[in-house]
C-alpha cells in the first residue's frame, strides 16, 4: 500500500514523528497506573479508604473517555496539532495539581480533568496516523502504539515503584508534570499539522458529533469497539486489583509486585512485535480471534486454579502472563481494524475507540474490591467476565468470518 504524503514524508520526520505519538500514547497509560505501589500509602496519607483511591483510577479512566469521545471528532473538524499542543500543555497543569492535592477529593477532582488533557495525545495520535497512512502501513504503525500503549500500564507499576522507593507518592505525579511540558515542547518542535483544511469536516461541532453517531449505526464497528474495549475493561480490573492481591494476599513488597508486571510486560511486547511482523502476511480478523482465544483461556484457567484450591503466586502469575500476552495482539489488531472501518472519519472513529477503552475500563476497574476486599478471585471473576464480554461481540456482532480483513 501507498503513503499519503499530506507533508514533507522524509524518513527523519516520520521518526521523530512516531517518537512523539510514542510518547503520547505511553504517558495517559501511565498516568493511569503509575502510581498503584502507592495505593496503601496514598490512603494512609488522606486518611480515607481503599475504595476511594480507586475512585481516582475510575476517575482517571472516566476523563480519558470523555477526552478521546470529545476531541477526537473535534480534530476533524479543527486540525489535529492546536488540539494536542492544549492537551499536552493541560496535563501538565493537572498532573502538577495532583502532585500537590491537600485532600482525597481535590486529587480525584485533578485525576479526572488529567484524563480527560491525556486524551488528547491518544485520540489524536491515532487520526494523525490514520491521516498519513493505510494499510499495512499503518497496520504496523498502530502495533507500535499498541504495544506501547499495552506495555505502559504494565511497566507503570515499575517505574512508580522505583520514585517510591525515593520518594513519596506525590514524585509521581511531579514526574508525569514534567514528561507532560517535555511532550509538549516536543509536539510543538516535531508534529506538524497532517489534516489540511480542505479535508477538515465543515458544519462545526454538531456536524462532528453527527458523524460519530453514523458511525455507530454500522454493526461490524460496533462490534469491534466492544472486542476492545471489554479486552481494556478486563485489563483495568486486574490493574487496580493486582496491587492488593500480589502485596497483601502473596505478601509481596512493592517492588516485588513491580517485577511481576516487569515480567507480564515481556508478554505484551513479544506478541505486540510478532503482530507487527505478521500484519500483512495474516489477515487482522484471524489474528484478533488468536488474541481473543488467548486472553479466554488464560483466565478460564486462572479461575479454574483459583476453585479448586490452587491459590499460589506461579500459578497465577503464569495466568495474567498469557492474559496480558493475549492483549499484546488483541489491542492493535481491533485497532486497527477500527479505524479501517471508520476510515471516511478518523477523528471520530479514533475517539469512539478510546471512549469504549476507557469508558469499560472506569466501570471495570473498582469492581475487584466491590465487596469490601480484594482477593486473587474477586478479581479473577471481574477480569474473565470482561474477557467473555469480548469474545461475545466478537461472535455476534464483529463476525470477523464474513468477511476478514487484512
Not at 499542543?85 to 498532573?95: E, H, I, Y
Not at 513491580?258 to 505478521?278: E, H, I, M, P, Q
Request: glycine fraction near 14%.
Amino acid at each position: 500500500m501507498n503513503v499519503s504524503v499530506n507533508f514533507g514524508p522524509a524518513r527523519t520526520g516520520t521518526g521523530r514523528l512516531m517518537i512523539v505519538l510514542a510518547g503520547l500514547s505511553a504517558v495517559s497509560p501511565f498516568a493511569t497506573d503509575m502510581y498503584a505501589p502507592g495505593f496503601p500509602q496514598i490512603v494512609t496519607s488522606f486518611g480515607t479508604s481503599k475504595t476511594a483511591v480507586q475512585f481516582s483510577l475510575t476517575a482517571c479512566l472516566l476523563g480519558l473517555a470523555i477526552g478521546q469521545l470529545a476531541l477526537g471528532p473535534v480534530s476533524d473538524a479543527m486540525g489535529r496539532r492546536r488540539l494536542l499542543l492544549a492537551g499536552s500543555g493541560m496535563f501538565t497543569v493537572f498532573s502538577s495539581v495532583c502532585a500537590l492535592a491537600p485532600s482525597v477529593a481535590v486529587f480525584d477532582v485533578g485525576r479526572l480533568l488529567q484524563g480527560i488533557a491525556g486524551g488528547a495525545g491518544l485520540v489524536i495520535g491515532r487520526a494523525v496516523i490514520s491521516d498519513r497512512f493505510t494499510g499495512t502501513h499503518a497496520a504496523r504503525r498502530f502495533a507500535t502504539l499498541s504495544v506501547i500503549a499495552m506495555t505502559a500500564p504494565v511497566l507503570a507499576p515499575v517505574v512508580g515503584g522505583l520514585i517510591l522507593g525515593v520518594g513519596s507518592w506525590r514524585l509521581v505525579f511531579a514526574a508525569l508534570a514534567a514528561t507532560g511540558l517535555l511532550l509538549t515542547i516536543a509536539v510543538w518542535a516535531w508534529v506538524p499539522e497532517s489534516l489540511p483544511a480542505e479535508r477538515r469536516r465543515t458544519g462545526g461541532l454538531r456536524a462532528a458529533f453527527t458523524t460519530m453517531g453514523g458511525l455507530l449505526r454500522r454493526r461490524e464497528l460496533v462490534g469491534y469497539l466492544l472486542v476492545m474495549g471489554c479486552a481494556l475493561a478486563a485489563l483495568f480490573a486486574y490493574i487496580s486489583g493486582s496491587p492488593f492481591v500480589f502485596q497483601n494476599v502473596y505478601g509481596l513488597s512493592p517492588t516485588g509486585y513491580s517485577l511481576v508486571f516487569a515480567t507480564n510486560a515481556v508478554g505484551t511486547v513479544v506478541t505486540g512485535v510478532l503482530f507487527g511482523r505478521l500484519a500483512g502476511r495474516v489477515g487482522l480478523s484471524a489474528l484478533l480471534v488468536v488474541g481473543v482465544v488467548i486472553t479466554a483461556a488464560a483466565t478460564i484457567t486462572l479461575v479454574t486454579l483459583l476453585a479448586i484450591g490452587v491459590s499460589t503466586l506461579p500459578a497465577t502469575w503464569a495466568c495474567l502472563f498469557g492474559l496480558t500476552s493475549g492483549f499484546g495482539i488483541v489491542l492493535p489488531a481491533s485497532t486497527t481494524i477500527v479505524l479501517a472501518v471508520g476510515r471516511d472519519s478518523p477523528g471520530a472513529a479514533s475517539g469512539l475507540l478510546g471512549g469504549a477503552q476507557f469508558v469499560l475500563g472506569a466501570a471495570a476497574a473498582p469492581l475487584p474490591g466491590i465487596l469490601g476486599s480484594t482477593t486473587a478471585m474477586s478479581m479473577s471473576v471481574v477480569v474473565l467476565g470482561f474477557v467473555l464480554f469480548s469474545a461475545v461481540a466478537l461472535c455476534t456482532l464483529a463476525r470477523p468470518w464474513h468477511g476478514p480483513r487484512s
